[in-house]
């Protein structure tokens, strides 16, 4: 039998990486993982989830939004927000992450690496350490491929990292824009012009499409869009950009139908590109498509049967949470554990300012499958906690099944939208219907009350259905 240094090797270590080189070390499995070392935690910890959502709550905080309802528009817990005001608590919080992730790693006996791996052949990895001419050699029976995106990059447009900036180098701000540019409207773009927007910038979007974040409901989008206009926030949809002139104080934008935009900063969000160009893939076998990404069957794997892959670095959906759970059964996999699939109802989160989160269908998707559903909503402007909370804006929106009264989709607007679809997720997954959510009694005051709310008012409808019906 061929020896290896290692029964798993995992190239990265964000949430898929960890998960997977964890999972093998549970198994009481000998597990390397390989990262550079100013990137320990992946994408995830340092550059992408975790910053950007502190930087969220940093401005929600430092803006006094959310209790302007309460004390007035002009609220601000701080008047002269910086960005080293921002910066601070951000850079807490991912310093805590990296520790937790080390400790985890340390914690389950698994090796970690630090430098950039590529592949000599299928099972051997080449590590080039930190310092020039450090290089480590490891061999591995299984490997598996976590190694996240990077921020695609228009060829044309000239990132200067200072006014032209790519969605990672908003962290390497030296001060809030009075106005900002963002190209491309699809969620990390939103985030930001929100983000942006509420710290009092000029913000402009523009997007080559119609219509944004088209896989969400309508209705919500269109309360976002309602929202971020209050904020000053202006939407140019159907345009192109041909061209970013940069100036000594300012950036003027141009777009194909000859707008010109000025604004103090740019910032592109045109999707993400697989970090996979330096792992010399082909001496293992592998080749990603054009944009850095690598296929993989229903269990993780690639073409070659020792290889997984898991994380954004396979597409579709390139969610943190997702990634975890196929680091793990990439794991199980490999070395033969059972293990149960992914549940195929999973929660979409966007952590714009509000807040949208849903899971399960949309209208759209049951009108055209001609599924008979009827709609039940929720509004925080009537239940006690979003008037103690400060949300008069909030929604929640229950679509409900007038054959078996199962609920089909739960879609969420405003605060603790991410944590409230849980709600519904778990009543989903059951087989629940909305007479458990009538029937349930809910903690008051509370925002998950919106869902007996919600409940209550699809019965309503159903039950006059059914008398006109009768």
């Known amino acids: 039998m061929t020896s290896y240094d290692y029964d798993l090797i995992v190239i990265g270590s964000g949430p898929g990486g960890q998960k997977a080189a964890i999972a093998g070390a549970k198994l009481g499995k000998r597990v390397a993982i390989i990262d550079k070392s100013d990137m320990v935690g992946g994408v995830c910890a340092n550059t992408g989830t975790i910053p950007s959502k502190t930087l969220r709550e940093a401005v929600l905080f430092l803006t006094g939004m959310s209790q302007r309802e309460l004390y007035g528009a002009s609220y601000r817990v701080k008047q002269d927000i910086t960005i080293s005001d921002l910066m601070s608590r951000t850079q807490h919080v991912v310093g805590r992450e990296v520790q937790v992730v080390r400790a985890q790693l340390h914690r389950n006996q698994v090796d970690l690496i630090t430098g950039m791996g590529r592949f000599v052949d299928p099972h051997t990895i080449s590590v080039e350490g930190a310092h020039r001419g450090d290089h480590t050699r490891i061999t591995g029976e299984f490997v598996v491929i976590a190694t996240g995106t990077t921020p695609a990059r228009p060829s044309q447009v000239d ?7 790519d969605s990672d180098e908003v962290f390497a701000l030296e001060e809030i824009p009075s106005s900002l540019v963002v190209v491309g409207a699809g969620v990390i773009g939103i985030e930001y012009a929100s983000m942006f927007a509420a710290l009092g910038s000029r913000v402009t979007v523009v997007e080559q499409r119609e219509k944004m974040l088209e896989f969400c409901d309508p209705e919500i989008v269109e309360s976002l869009k309602f929202h971020l206009r209050d904020q000053a926030v202006t939407f140019r949809f159907g345009e192109k950009v041909v061209n970013v002139a940069v100036g000594d104080k300012q950036t003027v934008t141009t777009l194909a139908s000859g707008k010109r935009i000025p604004a ?16 010399d893939l082909a001496n293992a076998g592998l080749e990603a498509d054009n944009r850095g990404r690598l296929s993989v069957d229903e269990h993780y794997r690639t073409p070659v049967e020792h290889i997984y892959a898991v994380g954004d670095v396979i597409g579709f959906p390139a969610l943190a949470a997702t990634s975890m759970d196929q680091g793990r059964l990439a794991a199980y996999h490999a070395f033969g554990e059972p293990a149960r699939e992914l549940a195929a109802l999973q929660p979409i989160g966007i952590y714009t300012i509000p807040e949208i989160s849903y899971v399960g269908a949309t209208e759209a998707e049951l009108t055209s499958s001609a599924v008979p559903y009827e709609v039940g909503i929720a509004r925080y402007r009537e239940l006690a906690r979003g008037q103690i909370v400060g949300d008069a804006y909030g929604m929640l929106k229950l679509l409900v099944s007038t054959v078996d009264r199962k609920l089909l989709g739960v879609h969420v607007f405003g605060t603790g939208a991410t944590d409230l679809v849980h709600i519904g997720q778990a ?7 909305v007479d458990y959510l009538v029937d349930t009694v809910f903690n008051y005051p509370t925002l998950s009350e919106a869902y007996k709310v919600a409940a209550l008012d699809a019965t309503n409808k159903i039950r006059a259905l059914d008398r006109f019906n009768t």
């Open 427 to 433: 009543v989903m997954g059951c087989g629940g219907t």
């Open 264 to 279: 103090a900063a740019v910032m592109y969000s045109a999707g993400r590109q697989g970090t996979t160009d330096r792992l």
């Open 159 to 165: 990132f200067d990292e200072e006014r032209i900036l």
